[in-house]
């Protein structure tokens, strides 16, 4: 048996000779991507990389090492392409500037609704706006230029994702310019004269009766789904039945002449929602904080977790992530993840080209400030 002194002079020896290789593989790897820059290829190449760790494991003599032997090649080549994402010119970003006059917004429901709220509390009370039936009647009002900029949910503190908005942000290749966070107080609301002892139905957007379900079951009220909270008071108003109440905001109640039967019956205090803005171009405020992108990985063990390795390495803290079905390609997704960063930070710029040479595809969704009202 070798001593342990001997052992770890053999692996000096053995490390010497690997470091020297490394470095020449890194120089092969620079004349790669000079190549590929040339030649308008991406750094990440499937094909080729699937075909270099069958080589490499060919060429395995003791088997039991087979797995381990994948390990080092794979993160030989992450490494590798690391580097050539660092060498690889910035494709400048087309940035254009905030629309500040003349103003047009779109957002989805009707007057008093949240939506509504969230579209005042970021543009203003007096902005000129149009109001739209369906989250995706928003998107197609700023694809025809009826509007120079969109308000939806994407998601609430306490039911989670709005994923429609998640799939219509990039089936339409919108920018994320804006972001406003609204405290969210669901109200009972009924016709002049209502009780609360009076209603048996209620109607409320999904959201609206998921956050209130506790208040609901409780009282024993049965629930029905609506276009939205407003919406659904504008029907009670109209209805005029005792019985028919609505989950929706006090600004709803004044506007539709209703009474609140009971107020903040929400499940979680704490209630917020997050609007995004939307713009057809890419808008980057220089107090911008919070930035957002959509791509696909490879379908292989490990490909998300490089994505992960990326953002720590580089010191940027990662607000969330989202996974969505890809369409077509059954347990394969889209995954929306958002950080904090600026454009103007070259170490956030080298994480995003870094990101660009380990995904499938990569699209960045937007640099905006964050508002909470």
Known sequence: MKDLETCRKEID???????????????????????????????????????????????????????????????????????????????????????????????????????????????????????????????IALKNKEIDYGVVPLENSSTGAINDNYDLINKYGFYIVGEQSISIAQNLLGIKGAKVEDIKEVYSHPQGLLQTSQFLDAHHIRKHRYLNTAAAAKLVAENGDKAIGAIASTEAAELYDLDVLAPSIENDKS????????????????????????????HEVGSLYEVMRIIKDHFINMARVESRPLPGNPWEYYFYVDIDGNLGDYNVLAALQELKATTDSFRLLGNYERKEA
């Open 13 to 139: 020896e053995i490390d010497a000779q690997l470091i020297d290789l490394f470095e020449k593989r890194m120089g092969v790897a620079r004349d790669v991507v000079k190549y590929k820059a040339a030649h308008g290829m991406k750094i990440f190449q499937r094909e080729r990389e699937i075909q270099v760790v069958n080589k490499n494991l060919a060429r395995v003599k003791n088997k039991v090492l087979i797995n381990y032997v994948r390990n080092f090649i794979l993160n030989n080549m992450n490494l590798s392409r690391a580097y050539q994402a660092s060498l690889m010119p910035n494709s400048p970003l087309k940035i254009e500037q905030p629309k500040r006059e003349n103003i047009k917004v779109g957002y989805q429901g009707v007057p008093g609704s949240f939506s509504s709220q969230a579209m005042k509390s970021y543009f203003g009370k007096d902005v000129a706006s149009t109001n739209y039936e369906r989250f995706e009647d928003v998107f």
């Open 271 to 298: 209630n917020h929602t997050r609007f995004i803005v939307f713009a057809r171009h890419l808008e980057a405020p220089i107090d911008a904080t919070r930035i957002s992108m959509v791509f696909t990985l490879r």
